[in-house]
């Protein structure tokens, strides 16, 4: 699951490149769509295979307060000591 900033990125570029591709068309008569395709990798880029191919150790969670580290050297989470997932 993408993480929240970088969903709300990758919105954000959608959302301003079409009203870009919209004010094109209506000025220049002409519709851009190469202001849109670039943006299409990212929305069916899979979050975990991605972070798995750039060599990024998965994020390990803690199920009781939601504790989130990529470190390798944390085995329990430094809040309450349970055992990260």
């Known amino acids: 699951m993408p993480s929240r900033s970088r969903l709300l990125t990758a ?8 009203l870009v591709s919209v004010a094109a068309y209506v000025y220049f008569d002409t519709l851009l769509l190469f202001l849109f395709l670039p943006f299409v990798p990212f929305l069916f880029r899979g979050g975990d295979e991605a972070e798995s191919e750039r060599g990024e150790p998965p994020v390990r969670t803690c199920p009781e307060c939601g504790y989130r ?6 085995e329990y989470c430094p809040r309450d000591g349970t055992r990260l997932e």
């Open 69 to 74: 580290t990529r470190a390798t050297d944390h």
């Open 11 to 18: 919105a954000a570029g959608l959302l301003v490149s079409l």
